[in-house]
């Protein structure tokens, strides 16, 4: 009985009985596309300023990134076109314009370098991921080189061509094995 009372408080409800928990590393959204139209140079990890409504949001997964982009103004690094769907229980007070920019969270150091090559070299700052770690919102930026499109296609068929070859070199181990085993 202790054993299953033990096992029980493991996925059971949490410490306040709210639900179940949740895993404190978890991934909210991705921009996929961006990986498309960019050629990534450096990433970075960054927090960011939330309301407490946004959080709620977020932990719901409510969340769009395609359009998104962080410019440096007057020294600070903000985050630009993220939608953040009001918290469905927030009312009056408590809710949040969806669509405002919001504050990331850098060294200085960082933003001046990050700030100099985007203007040097023009290169765009790109949010890749926004996810959760140890409870606090995290935000994956990306230094990126926006492509061209026969990039994009030569791009497209280098990771095709690895795909193939990664299937060809998985049927060619599972014929090997099966010669193994008939043996």
């Not at 007070?93 to 040097?120: A, N, V």
């Not at 409870?135 to 994956?140: I, L, P, R, S």
């Not at 068929?157 to 599972?174: I, L, S």
Request: overall charge positive; hydrophobic content about 35%.
């Amino acid at each position: 009985m202790a054993a299953k009372q033990a096992a029980g408080a493991t996925k059971g409800k949490g410490a306040r009985g709210q639900g179940p928990r949740r895993d404190p590393n978890r991934l909210i959204a991705s921009n996929r596309r961006a990986r498309h139209d960019y050629d990534i140079l450096e990433t970075v990890e960054c927090g960011i300023v939330l309301q407490g409504s946004e959080v709620k949001s977020l932990r719901e997964g409510r969340i769009a990134l395609q359009d998104a982009y962080a410019r440096v103004i007057d020294g600070e690094m903000w985050l630009f076109g993220v939608h953040v769907p009001p918290y469905v229980h927030a009312s009056g007070f408590g809710t949040h314009d969806p669509d405002r920019r919001r504050k990331l969270l850098l060294h200085r150091r960082q933003i001046d370098e990050w700030m100099g090559r985007s203007q040097q070299q023009a290169l765009t700052l790109v949010p890749l991921s926004i996810y959760f770690r140890d409870g606090h919102a995290k935000v994956d930026l990306a230094l990126a080189k926006g492509r061209r499109r026969y990039d994009k296609r030569q791009a497209i068929a280098t990771r095709d061509a690895g795909r193939e070859a990664a299937r060809e070199a998985r049927a060619a181990m599972k014929g090997r094995d099966g010669d193994r085993r008939s043996r």
